[in-house]
DNA sequence: TGGAATTTCAATCACTTCTCGAAAAGAATT
DNA sequence: AATTCTTTTCGAGAAGTGATTGAAATTCCA
């Protein structure tokens, strides 16, 4: 699961993004409007958390851009202003949620699980495709009611794959989706034949179908 | 044992949490439907005390929710509103118990203990998970009928991964649990690592098995 | 205050992730 | 069908991050 930061007060988003990289999300920060617009329009979240008082605007405007796009990345609108006029501004243009600061980081944690869930997965806590099933909650995967052990990143990229299921995954976005800032990695998208190498494996082991295809030249896919 | 209070009123919150951790439980507190709702989905407790009447809605909202996603937590209803109408509303959708404003604090705490030892052991004091059983009542641990010797924080830690037995533990949700209110506890999980080590030792060495798993980069699991 | 419990710290260890090169497989061109 | 070029696979190992451990420092309580 990815997350979005867009927050521009760098002790603040250190802790954040330890916080929810510790509870297993993957994050992205944008410190400017203009910055954040980038990526929203680019990528895809589930869900973005959004500062309102950013250096260059109003972190209003990215939630706009982001209803006029008709992305439907789950919301959640962090700031000082606790006054009910930015609030109910912000509810109304389609945010999910609200947390004023200072917060208490597992809010922020509870809250961003609880989008993500209502985005998803309309309270179910679990994805099946085909003879595997994830659990969310539990961040752990099952074939055939055989538990299958996953790194991080695997885990990732298994989720990735299965909500693009049907579609190709090209290895950009692939990469883009499980490398978080790291911008380097991006045109280096080699360590994703590592990754998806490890995971066909480990997936035929318990399964034993191949439930990744490579489609020569564009990337992978999951058909149902 | 860990308690989900959800009430609106900050006085009453207050002594009820006091109360009730002096009695050695552990507390959280849900002032929204909406939040409690959110946390009921996401975590489990051993006890949920209920207002019906709060700011956004019906507490009895909450309880709809929570036997849908069959949780069998005890819950306790606690409402100014005592009239038989709504106390036959909320023992229909399952709630273990009643309690009328204003209360007597031992009554309430009385009550909780009763739910969770129904909830948990059938009238006995115990949870037991492979060889381990725990004693609620005396605060005592046996692994094979041996009693093994356990610090209070590495009882409350026990209790937790037992409590979330098959999911993971995240440091994250093991140091908030452990440190009660404790905002700052960002970098400071490290102290976790040494009740995890000790926890380890003293189960392994009464009982041959290694029952806590270290899922890397996550947290700690105990699996059945 | 004294002893136990808890937390911090630093060194070491383990696992994951990334890199790289060589080899295999897939398309394209002749 | 053979050749060539591109893309993918695979394995080995380096780099980076997280976990473990023992000991020391601190805090808590009786």
Chains 1, 2 share one sequence.
Do not use: W
């Not at 972190?59 to 992305?71: A, D, I, P, S």
């Amino acid at each position: 699961m990815k997350i979005l930061i867009i927050e521009d007060e760098p002790e603040l988003v250190k802790s954040m993004v330890l916080f929810l990289r510790q509870e297993g999300y993957v994050c992205e920060v944008a410190t400017k409007v203009e910055e954040a617009i980038d990526k929203i329009v680019q990528f895809e979240y589930d869900c973005i958390l959004l500062d309102i008082s950013l250096p260059d605007g109003n972190g209003l405007e990215v939630l706009e851009k982001l209803k006029k796009q008709n992305k439907n990345d789950g919301v959640i609108i962090i700031t000082a202003k606790n006054s009910p006029d930015e609030r109910v501004k912000g509810l109304n243009l389609g945010a999910d949620d609200y947390l004023a600061k200072p917060f208490y980081l597992p809010e922020l944690s509870a809250r961003v699980s609880a989008v993500i869930r209502r985005k998803h997965f309309d309270g179910h806590n679990k994805i099946t495709f085909h003879e595997i099933s994830i659990d969310l909650q539990g961040k752990s995967v099952k074939v055939n009611e055989e538990p299958v052990e996953l790194t991080r990143k695997e885990y990732e990229l298994l989720l990735f794959l299965i909500s693009n299921k049907n579609r190709v995954a090209s290895k950009n976005a692939i990469a883009e989706h499980l490398s978080g800032d790291d911008a380097e990695l991006l045109d280096k998208f080699d360590f994703i034949y590592a990754h998806i190498k490890n995971l066909k494996r480990k997936l035929q082991e318990a399964g034993g179908k191949d439930y990744i295809t490579t489609v020569y030249g564009l990337g992978y896919k999951m058909t149902t």
